[in-house]
């Protein structure tokens, strides 16, 4: 049991595991939102401002519930946090770069590093008041983002303590996991439908006019076959990918193959974010060597 | 390999420990309708507002239809009175219609969808008869049916009905009804077919 648990502990604070691939994750996640945020401002009058267009509805009161639920009421503050919202999900992605912890200074690095987890907070629970205030307005990939972005916050790379190397190692462990848990929920709520057993899912995904054009309404009618095909290959996708993403000899071909599932949800379904979003959290997986030196 | 220090060691199994708290809560978070009510209940404390989440798209199936909602209102009788029953209904509208754009926009039509599913969620299990009458009452007094109602009013109060410019007149109520359109059925020969269901009509008190 003990050398077990050594086993366990020294993994853990050995070494910044995958520190690359989670460098180039961690910016990806807060260019993610900063994108979102440069998309939403046109909206941002409807969704958050004075005469937005969602009905107040009540919430437990509590102190949390108060606190990331405040612009459901004061949507004056809205303008704040939004322009706050934007501004650290810029500075969560530079915190990433690894020329703020290029110092021997133990108080510079203790500086940056708190700074980093500052903004990258900031930039979760900003997130999170905006996504309460709209929720109406957002897809999945706002949900796995946040989460992201709550684990990335503890995410420091550039460390040479132990504890913090602990920590970062469990925030990339918990994005590994939640990726899991994603495909892991929507699978087996799938497997308890009829839909996606008789191969019908996509055809009928299709057939509702936001995920779907004219075009496509024809093709699965016209190849109902081929639809059928591909449900079921979604399925599979999906049930299968806790499993096969850790197999190392498959891994790579599983995550192109992801890829090209998430591709099609963004580009034919017209869910981008989400889309985005999962392809962005595919590069937590990549193993290390996969990137070269200098490639960031 | 250094021996980790006690106070290392005890940090790092107690991180390990919150990864497993965390993802245990998220798991009966996520498959909550299987879950004991004191498990929820639990789970629900931890996981609201800090890390809801709800990977249920098109899970466990895809809905047969498209929906859209739309709207309607009344104008008032130039100038008074301000009471319902008098007047002309506007022609209905889809909820996110904008003059001038060939589709509506992506966000807002999201936003209406959402709407439609709560409101279809709604007529699934809150729509009762009563002597062979529709009963609406426990629909039109949910979240969903204030949501959609007070965003079709706010949005095209926004955009300024043809008739407030021209009339200087404010609608004087609003009815709004989901237009359901199903799909036909993999490989057969019938078409698409359409069904209209009508929410009650709402009249505003008097500003």
Request: glycine share 6%.
């Amino acid at each position: 049991m003990k050398k077990y648990v050594t086993q366990l502990t020294h993994y853990f604070i050995s070494e910044v595991h995958g520190k690359r691939s989670l460098v180039l994750f961690g910016m990806l996640v807060y260019a993610w939102f900063l994108l979102q945020a440069v998309v939403l401002f046109f909206w941002h009058e409807q969704l958050w401002g004075a005469d937005k267009l969602f009905f107040r509805h009540g919430f437990p009161d509590t102190f949390i519930e108060n606190f990331f639920f405040q612009l459901v009421y004061e949507s004056g503050r809205a303008p704040v946090v939004f322009a706050l919202h934007m501004v650290c999900a810029f500075l969560s992605m530079v915190s990433f770069h690894p020329a703020f912890y290029r110092t021997k200074n133990k108080w510079s690095l203790v500086f940056w590093n708190t700074c980093a987890l500052g903004v990258r907070l900031c930039t979760w629970v900003s997130g999170l008041m905006l996504f309460y205030a709209a929720i109406e307005a957002f897809d999945g990939g706002m949900l796995l983002m946040l989460l992201m972005a709550f684990y990335c916050s503890f995410a420091f790379v550039h460390t040479a303590n132990s504890y913090l190397i602990a920590v970062t190692n469990a925030a990339r462990i918990a994005c590994l996991v939640q990726v899991c848990v994603v495909y892991l929920t929507a699978s087996l709520y799938k497997l308890g439908g009829t839909h996606w057993i008789d191969g019908s899912a996509l055809y009928y995904t299709l057939h509702i006019e936001l995920f779907s054009s004219n075009w496509w309404q024809s093709f699965t009618e016209n190849n109902y076959f081929i639809t059928q095909l591909f449900t079921w290959l979604g399925l599979a996708y999906q049930v299968l990918f806790p499993l096969m993403v850790w197999v190392k000899r498959v891994q790579k071909i599983w995550l192109l193959v992801g890829i090209a599932f998430h591709l099609f949800i963004a580009v034919v379904l017209g869910l981008w974010g989400f889309g985005l979003g999962m392809m962005i959290c595919y590069v937590v997986f990549w193993r290390e060597q996969k990137i070269k030196d200098g490639d960031l | 390999m250094n021996r980790p220090k006690s106070l290392l060691t005890a940090f790092t199994l107690l991180l390990i420990a919150g990864l497993v708290t965390h993802f245990s809560l998220t798991l009966i978070y996520c498959f909550r309708d299987n879950m004991p009510y004191k498990a929820n209940a639990v789970a629900d404390r931890y996981m609201v507002p800090c890390f809801h989440q709800n990977w249920k798209l098109f899970a466990p199936d895809v809905p047969m239809y498209n929906v859209e909602l739309e709207w309607r209102c009344l104008a008032a009788p130039h100038p008074q009175p301000l009471s319902g029953g008098e007047g002309s209904w506007t022609p209905w509208q889809d909820a996110t219609y904008e003059e001038g754009l060939k589709e509506s926009p992506r966000v807002l039509e999201t936003v209406e969808q959402g709407f439609c599913t709560q409101l279809s969620a709604q007529l699934l299990n809150n729509l009762y008869r009563k002597d062979s009458t529709i009963i609406y009452d426990r629909i039109v007094g949910s979240p969903a049916y204030a949501s959609a109602l007070f965003y079709v009013m706010k949005y095209h109060e926004q955009k300024k009905l043809p008739f407030n410019d021209r009339m200087n007149r404010q609608p004087v109520a609003w009815q709004i009804r989901l237009r359901y359109t199903f799909a036909p059925q993999p490989r057969s020969m019938f078409d698409a077919h359409e069904q209209v269901v009508e929410f009650p009509e709402y009249y505003p008190a008097p500003r």
